[in-house]
């Protein structure tokens, strides 16, 4: 079966991607990080290991990302979650594999607290409360200029020399209320952390705070030597990945 496009209105935005789906099982959903796509090279590694192993498999843009609909400049996290919830909504109540990628597993294991159909989750370089760490890591002049104009232009670490993105405030505001780090959390479904020694923007002790706060059925921690963030390397282990907790299910 091949991979076919898809577009559907949320009723807030339109959301773009791919999937092949043999119409039974389990569904995996791949969700991409902050400022990506779903045609990076793990999302497409991926939809490709999914169609050699007869998987179900979905990748798509979250609004204001790719070919989907929105401004990203006016987005959050929680409109995020809320794409993340509409098109996993179109598959119940088949159980969901989740992996997600940076922001992408944070808004998996977002999910995952709400669906007990979400049935296991691999997580790649989780960006778990990024926004809030940022922030916090400016100094109090620049935090307040920010807030008080509403937006900043930040540097762009994957663009060309120079380059800079708008983020608005209330994103900051917005992923406050998303916090996964200052709690234990509990899922009911076996969750697989994947995360680089040598992360350039999450530090590996962000992914292992995690997992020692995490309560599972079964969990399991990869720190992959000297892994960056992107863990394109790593595409071995995180396929892998995939298959241990899809074969739990």
Request: charged share 20%.
């Amino acid at each position: 079966m091949t991979e076919t496009a898809f577009r559907f209105d949320t009723g807030a935005t339109e959301i773009a991607g791919y999937l092949r789906d043999t119409g039974t099982g389990p569904v995996g959903i791949f969700v991409h990080g902050f400022r990506s796509d779903c045609r990076g090279d793990k999302a497409t590694a991926l939809a490709q290991h999914a169609a050699a192993r007869g998987y179900s498999w979905v990748r798509f843009d979250l609004a204001g990302h790719g070919e989907s609909g929105g401004r990203f400049a006016n987005e959050s996290l929680s409109t995020w979650l809320a794409n993340l919830r509409a098109l996993a909504s179109r598959f119940a109540p088949r159980p969901l594999v989740l992996v997600g990628s940076s922001l992408g597993a944070w808004l998996a294991v977002l999910l995952a607290r709400e669906w007990q159909t979400v049935g296991g989750l691999v997580l790649v370089a989780p960006a778990f409360n990024f926004l809030q760490r940022g922030y916090a890591s400016l100094p109090p002049a620049q935090r307040q200029r920010w807030q008080a104009e509403g937006r900043m232009a930040l540097p762009d670490p994957y663009g060309p020399p120079g380059a800079t993105y708008e983020l608005p405030y209330g994103l900051i505001e917005d992923a406050a209320r998303h916090d996964v780090l200052s709690a234990p959390v509990a899922l009911a479904c076996p969750v697989t952390v994947l995360h680089g020694s040598d992360d350039e923007l999450v530090p590996v002790a962000i992914g292992e705070t995690f997992f020692r706060q995490l309560s599972a059925p079964h969990k399991e921690l990869v720190v992959v030597p000297a892994g960056d963030h992107r863990l394109t390397g790593a595409l071995p282990e995180i396929v892998s990945a995939v298959d241990r907790v899809w074969g739990r299910l």
